[in-house]
C-alpha cells in the first residue's frame, strides 16, 4: 500500500468542522490504495485508530507578543485594556479594527505559525523512519501548505495543496490590503505544488485562472454515514430549527430568519408556543441583542458550545437545519463543511443569505431543502413546512438518496486516491485537471 503524509493542523478529536475532511480521508483512503500519516498539533482526547498520528508542539504566537507587552497571555485584548465589545451585527467599533490589524500583522502570514518549526521537527524523524510516497495538505490554516511545500522538498514526493477556503482569493474574508500582503507569499508557497484541490467549481476556476500552469481539481466536502448511525432517532416535539456553527461576526446573518418569524407570529400565522429556534456554538455579543430587537428572547435558545457527538445528535432530532451562507453576495462558491454534515442528518435543510450558487445547487440536486431567495420564499417555505407539521407532527424529509451517495466520505477519499494515484505516476497534466 502507498503512503501519503497528510498534513492537517484540525483533525479529531479536535471538534472544528475543518477537522472533518482530514478525518475522512485519513479513514477512507486505504480502501483506494492510500495509508495516510497524519501529521497535526496535540489535542487533549483521544484520536482515532484509523492511521499514524504524528503530533506536535505549537507555540501560539499572539500569546508570546502579549506577555512580551506585559500582558496576559491567555485573556482578551479587550478584556485587558477595559476595551468595549459591539453589540450591533457585523460591526466593529475602531479599538477592535485597530486590535485585529496589530494581531494580523504580529502573526502574518498565519496565526497558527507557531507550530510550523515543531512540524519541520517532526518531518525530520518521518523522514528516517516512513516511507512517503505523496503528500496532502489541506487548509485553512495555510500554515500546513508551508510546512508541505518544506516536505515535497525533504521527501521528494508530490504535492497536493487542498484548499477547503481559498488562500487570498477569499471573498468573505479580509479585505483588499490583506490579499495584497497574502498574494505573494501564497504563489511562492504553491508554486512548488504537483496540484491543487478545492471545495467548488467555481472556487476551482478562480485557482486555475490563478495558476493556469497548474492541475486543479473539484473536490467537494462530505459526510461520514457511520456519524449518522443507528437510526431513527425522535424528532423534536416542537417545530424546531436547529444551527450549528459559527457565526463570524455576522457574515453569517440569521436576521432575515428573525424577521419573518417575528411576522409570522405577529400574523397568528405561527404559534410562538410551537416554535424554537436553537443555535449551537460561540456566542456573539451582538446576538442576543438582536433577538431582544425581535422580541424572541423565548423563543430563541442560544446554547454555546457543545461537542461534535451533541451537535450531531441535535441536528438529527431537528425538524429543520438552518444553513447562513456568507452574507457577500459576490460570494457564489462557499460550500460550508455544515452542510454536508446537514446531508448526513438527513433532516430538511433551510438555507438563506448570500446568492445563488452552489449551496443552492446541491440543496436542488439532492432534494434535501430549499435555499430562500427573497423574503416571500423564505416566508412561503416555513409556512409550508410549518404547515406539515401542525398536521403529522414533523417537517417530512424528501432527500434524493442516490445523489446523496455521492458525497459521503468514502466518495470524497476515492477521488482523493484518483488525484494521488495520477500525481505519483507522473500523469496527472492541464488537461486531465478537470473535475474529479
Same mark, same amino acid.
Given at each position: 500500500?502507498?503512503?501519503?503524509?497528510?498534513?492537517?493542523?484540525?483533525?479529531?478529536?479536535?471538534?472544528?468542522?475543518?477537522?472533518?475532511?482530514?478525518?475522512?480521508?485519513?479513514?477512507?483512503?486505504?480502501?483506494?490504495?492510500?495509508?495516510?500519516?497524519?501529521?497535526?498539533?496535540?489535542?487533549?482526547?483521544?484520536?482515532?485508530?484509523?492511521?499514524?498520528?504524528? %503530533?506536535?508542539?505549537?507555540?501560539?504566537?499572539?500569546?508570546?507578543?502579549?506577555?512580551?507587552?506585559?500582558?496576559?497571555?491567555?485573556?482578551?485584548?479587550?478584556?485587558?485594556?477595559?476595551?468595549?465589545?459591539?453589540?450591533?451585527?457585523?460591526?466593529?467599533?475602531?479599538?477592535?479594527?485597530?486590535?485585529?490589524?496589530?494581531?494580523?500583522?504580529?502573526?502574518?502570514?498565519?496565526?497558527?505559525?507557531?507550530?510550523?518549526?515543531?512540524?519541520?521537527?517532526?518531518?525530520?524523524?518521518?523522514?528516517?523512519?516512513?516511507?512517503?510516497?505523496?503528500?496532502?495538505?489541506?487548509?485553512?490554516?495555510?500554515?500546513?501548505?508551508?510546512?508541505?511545500?518544506?516536505?515535497?522538498?525533504?521527501?521528494?514526493?508530490?504535492?497536493?495543496?487542498?484548499?477547503?477556503?481559498?488562500?487570498?482569493?477569499?471573498?468573505?474574508?479580509?479585505?483588499?490590503?490583506?490579499?495584497?500582503?497574502?498574494?505573494?507569499? %501564497?504563489?511562492?508557497?504553491?508554486?512548488?505544488?504537483?496540484?491543487?484541490?478545492?471545495?467548488?467549481?467555481?472556487?476551482?476556476?478562480?485557482?486555475?485562472?490563478?495558476?493556469?500552469?497548474?492541475?486543479?481539481?473539484?473536490?467537494?466536502?462530505?459526510?461520514?454515514?457511520?456519524?449518522?448511525?443507528?437510526?431513527?432517532?425522535?424528532?423534536?416535539?416542537?417545530?424546531?430549527?436547529?444551527?450549528?456553527?459559527?457565526?463570524?461576526?455576522?457574515?453569517?446573518?440569521?436576521?432575515?430568519?428573525?424577521?419573518?418569524?417575528?411576522?409570522?407570529?405577529?400574523?397568528?400565522?405561527?404559534?410562538?408556543?410551537?416554535?424554537?429556534?436553537?443555535?449551537?456554538?460561540?456566542? %456573539?455579543?451582538?446576538?442576543?441583542?438582536?433577538?431582544?430587537?425581535?422580541?424572541?428572547?423565548?423563543?430563541?435558545?442560544?446554547?454555546?458550545?457543545?461537542?461534535?457527538?451533541?451537535?450531531?445528535?441535535?441536528?438529527?432530532?431537528?425538524?429543520?437545519?438552518?444553513?447562513?451562507?456568507?452574507?457577500?453576495?459576490?460570494?457564489?462558491?462557499?460550500?460550508?463543511?455544515?452542510?454536508?454534515?446537514?446531508?448526513?442528518?438527513?433532516?430538511?435543510?433551510?438555507?438563506?443569505?448570500?446568492?445563488?450558487?452552489?449551496?443552492?445547487?446541491?440543496?436542488?440536486?439532492?432534494?434535501?431543502?430549499?435555499?430562500?431567495?427573497?423574503?416571500?420564499?423564505?416566508?412561503?417555505?416555513?409556512?409550508?413546512?410549518?404547515?406539515?407539521?401542525?398536521?403529522?407532527?414533523?417537517?417530512?424529509?424528501?432527500?434524493?438518496?442516490?445523489?446523496?451517495?455521492?458525497?459521503?466520505?468514502?466518495?470524497?477519499?476515492?477521488?482523493?486516491?484518483?488525484?494521488?494515484?495520477?500525481?505519483?505516476?507522473?500523469?496527472?497534466?492541464?488537461?486531465?485537471?478537470?473535475?474529479?
Amino acid at each position: 500500500m502507498k503512503r501519503v503524509l497528510l498534513i492537517a493542523y484540525a483533525y479529531p478529536p479536535c471538534a472544528e468542522i475543518g477537522a472533518v475532511r482530514p478525518a475522512g480521508l485519513a479513514k477512507y483512503l486505504p480502501r483506494f490504495g492510500w495509508q495516510a500519516t497524519v501529521l497535526t498539533v496535540k489535542q487533549p482526547g483521544l484520536r482515532p485508530t484509523w492511521s499514524p498520528v504524528v %503530533e506536535t508542539r505549537e507555540q501560539d504566537s499572539l500569546q508570546t507578543w502579549k506577555i512580551r507587552f506585559g500582558l496576559d497571555g491567555k485573556r482578551g485584548l479587550h478584556e485587558q485594556l477595559g476595551l468595549p465589545v459591539t453589540k450591533k451585527r457585523d460591526s466593529q467599533l475602531i479599538h477592535t479594527r485597530l486590535l485585529f490589524a496589530v494581531r494580523y500583522l504580529l502573526t502574518f502570514p498565519d496565526s497558527t505559525k507557531g507550530w510550523i518549526p515543531f512540524a519541520m521537527k517532526e518531518l525530520e524523524r518521518i523522514q528516517a523512519s516512513t516511507r512517503v510516497d505523496a503528500i496532502v495538505t489541506t487548509s485553512p490554516p495555510i500554515s500546513a501548505h508551508l510546512i508541505g511545500r518544506k516536505a515535497k522538498q525533504m521527501f521528494n514526493a508530490p504535492w497536493i495543496a487542498d484548499l477547503r477556503d481559498l488562500w487570498s482569493q477569499n471573498l468573505a474574508q479580509g479585505n483588499d490590503l490583506v490579499r495584497l500582503l497574502e498574494r505573494p507569499v %501564497e504563489r511562492r508557497t504553491l508554486r512548488d505544488a504537483d496540484a491543487l484541490v478545492s471545495v467548488s467549481e467555481p472556487w476551482a476556476a478562480r485557482l486555475q485562472e490563478c495558476y493556469p500552469d497548474k492541475s486543479v481539481f473539484t473536490i467537494t466536502n462530505g459526510f461520514d454515514a457511520d456519524d449518522f448511525r443507528p437510526r431513527p432517532q425522535a424528532l423534536t416535539p416542537k417545530f424546531t430549527i436547529t444551527y450549528t456553527g459559527r457565526l463570524y461576526q455576522g457574515k453569517r446573518d440569521p436576521t432575515p430568519l428573525f424577521e419573518v418569524i417575528q411576522e409570522l407570529i405577529r400574523e397568528d400565522r405561527v404559534s410562538g408556543e410551537a416554535i424554537r429556534i436553537r443555535f449551537y456554538g460561540s456566542i %456573539e455579543p451582538w446576538l442576543p441583542a438582536l433577538l431582544r430587537t425581535f422580541g424572541l428572547e423565548d423563543i430563541v435558545e442560544l446554547a454555546g458550545t457543545v461537542s461534535r457527538e451533541e451537535a450531531l445528535r441535535r441536528q438529527r432530532e431537528s425538524q429543520i437545519l438552518l444553513a447562513l451562507c456568507w452574507t457577500d453576495l459576490r460570494e457564489t462558491g462557499q460550500h460550508t463543511g455544515k452542510v454536508f454534515e446537514y446531508l448526513g442528518a438527513k433532516r430538511p435543510i433551510l438555507a438563506i443569505g448570500g446568492s445563488r450558487g452552489v449551496v443552492t445547487e446541491l440543496l436542488g440536486r439532492t432534494r434535501t431543502g430549499v435555499h430562500a431567495q427573497s423574503k416571500e420564499e423564505l416566508k412561503n417555505t416555513l409556512l409550508g413546512w410549518y404547515d406539515e407539521y401542525r398536521q403529522t407532527g414533523l417537517v417530512l424529509y424528501r432527500g434524493e438518496e442516490r445523489e446523496l451517495d455521492l458525497y459521503t466520505h468514502e466518495q470524497m477519499a476515492s477521488r482523493f486516491a484518483e488525484v494521488l494515484d495520477g500525481v505519483s505516476a507522473g500523469r496527472v497534466s492541464h488537461a486531465a485537471a478537470a473535475h474529479v
